[in-house]
């Protein structure tokens, strides 16, 4: 059985991937690449997704980006020499459908309003739906049913966020994520210059206006006849002091995203950048009576020209999505020549490990093999462990199977969080909950913190086609970080798996058996020119595993046993003859 792994455009590159954000080890970047530099991990790495905190962001841990400078606070122009020398390959984040109201482009959309030449990088949401449904009581304009009905919500409500223009009106802009609008704290200095308040009057009107927009957000039913002042002059200085969080929508109509896009890719080329993850791509192409997510052929377009622009400046495209399986969409995005996220193994892992099979996780290898599909893939990473894609769909009226069934699926996310994970859900236009999404834990913490499970799945990770992609609390076997967890707010529940190890740490973990056990493996993975070669997956029982790469004389072979968890890999070339690496 042949693996057609090699890049479908011929960039794509090879190795072993690290993936951490900037301030996952240590404080800064700087201490990453300490780490990478320490002879334990010579020869482990040929790739390092570093995550968007690497930019200037302001929300959800780097994917709200304000801009693609890097961010001077964790990231240094030595730190990307540093990683050149060491000969590693740079994987970053293009958020391809959103960016931060903090953006240069939105800030001067608020500043200009009408007249701002940012007027249509974002998508005015009544403008957008013109003639496709009726204006509401609160200024937005109702989509009709049948394409209401079509939109695919990440959070409850409308996808609005209104912006306050220069005449004092509000716009309603396309905010298909996360949004917040707060007021700071007014002060009687604020309000001196109305004309006819007192000072005293000043002080007790700040701390009342102050108090009502903490409790209703807004100022419009405030009641002030008993003051000097006018309505329309407290407005006036209430909302020149609102601040705005959250990602604004992209209109990808304006040739001017299309020019931003082209200068972002060639700067992150310059930073030393191979691949480009294209996080929220299906998002990007909207139009009315289409869904909002992955309509086509829109799509494809968008991401054909968006390939275009990457070639130019030698990138490869990384498409992020997810869906379910039966809905075969990662089939569409290989079919279209680009390499794919394997958001499926995660949860086939855990599956094979928790119940002795290897039935789900062997049909899913031969589909890449067969498919030719390039794939990078994963255990933990970023977010949480998928189970939305590995369930079926009804596509057409037709039921298509998922790699696990839903009663399977269910079963998994109860020991997940029987183990103490955490689950995150995705809604509808009603607000009502329509699928489970991710579940939130460390991957060893998903395993029921068990070394030998944890072994294994690294083990079987790297014996899998495509790039094997590494969280690095993965490698030091992190536990769920419940304290983060409870402190975060809305996306509280990923920081359960993105613990910070401070050095002392990285150095505990360095002398643990697991830790360098994982290291031995990766380094083989990394080095051994048997993965560039071909795979077979040998008949065997259910509950064991049996792979073989095999490159003219390098060779390495992984066999398994999925009851009791105990593995040996098997590699031989022609310059180091025979080795055995036991684990039991």
Known sequence: ????????????????????????????????????????????????????????????????IVDYDFNEELVTAEDIDAIRELGLALKFDLVLNHLSVGSPQFQDLLEHGDESEYRDFFIDWNEFWRGEGEMGSEGHVIPNKEH?????????????LDVRFPDGKDRPYWNTFYQKVSYPELSPEDLQEIEGL???????????????????????????????????????????????????????????????YEDTLSKLGQFGARMIRVDAFAYLHKQPGEANFFNKPGTWEYLERLRQIAGRHDLVLLPEIHSAYGHGLHEEVA??????????????????????????????????????????????????????????KVVDGVQREGLLSDEEIEAMIGRILDRGGRVKNLYGPDGKKIAYYQVNATFFSALGEDEMKMRLA??????????????????????????????????????????????????????????????????????????????????????????????????ASLRANLFDFTFDVTHRDAASGETRLSYR
Not at 148 to 160: A, N, Q, S, T
Not at 214 to 231: A, I, P, Q, Y
Not at 238 to 251: A, I, P, S
């Open 1 to 64: 059985m042949t693996n057609k792994t090699g890049p479908i455009d011929g960039r794509l590159p090879k190795g072993v991937m690290f993936n951490a954000y900037p301030d996952s080890i240590g404080r800064n970047l700087a201490d990453t690449v300490r780490l990478l530099r320490r002879p334990e991990l010579e020869g482990c790495f040929s790739l390092f997704y570093i995550l968007p905190t690497f930019f200037h962001s302001d929300l959800d841990r780097g994917f709200s």
């Open 148 to 160: 209401l009905d079509k939109l695919f919500m990440r959070k409850p409500g409308l996808p609005i």
């Open 198 to 260: 007192t000072y005293e009057q000043a002080e007790t009107l700040s701390r009342i206006c102050t108090e009502f927009l903490e409790t209703h957000g807004h100022v419009d039913g405030l009641d002030v006849d008993r003051f000097s002042c006018s309505k329309d002059d407290l407005v006036r200085i209430v909302e020149r002091k609102r601040r705005y969080l959250g990602q604004m929508d992209l209109n990808a109509r304006s040739e001017k995203v299309w020019a931003f």
């Open 335 to 392: 079919g279209e020549g680009f390499p794919i996220y394997d958001f499926f193994l995660p949860g086939l892992v855990i599956d094979a490990l928790d119940r002795g099979t290897n039935t789900q996780l062997l049909r899913w290898a031969r589909e890449i093999v067969a498919r030719g599909i390039c794939t990078i893939n994963m255990l933990g990473c970023h977010d949480g462990i998928p189970v939305l894609d590995l369930g079926g």
């Open 458 to 555: 690294r083990a079987i990770q790297l014996f899998m086609p495509g790039i094997p992609q590494v969280w690095y609390l993965d490698l030091f076997a992190g536990r769920n970080d419940y304290l983060a967890a409870d402190r975060g707010s809305a996306g509280g529940h990923k920081e359960i798996n993105r613990t910070t190890l401070q050095m002392d740490a990285v150095e505990a973990g360095l002398h643990r058996i697991l830790v360098r056990d994982q290291l031995r493996l990766i380094r083989l993975r990394n080095t051994s020119a048997a993965f560039d070669g071909t795979l077979t997956i040998h008949d065997a029982e259910e509950h064991e595993l049996h792979m073989t790469w095999a490159n003219d004389e390098s060779v």
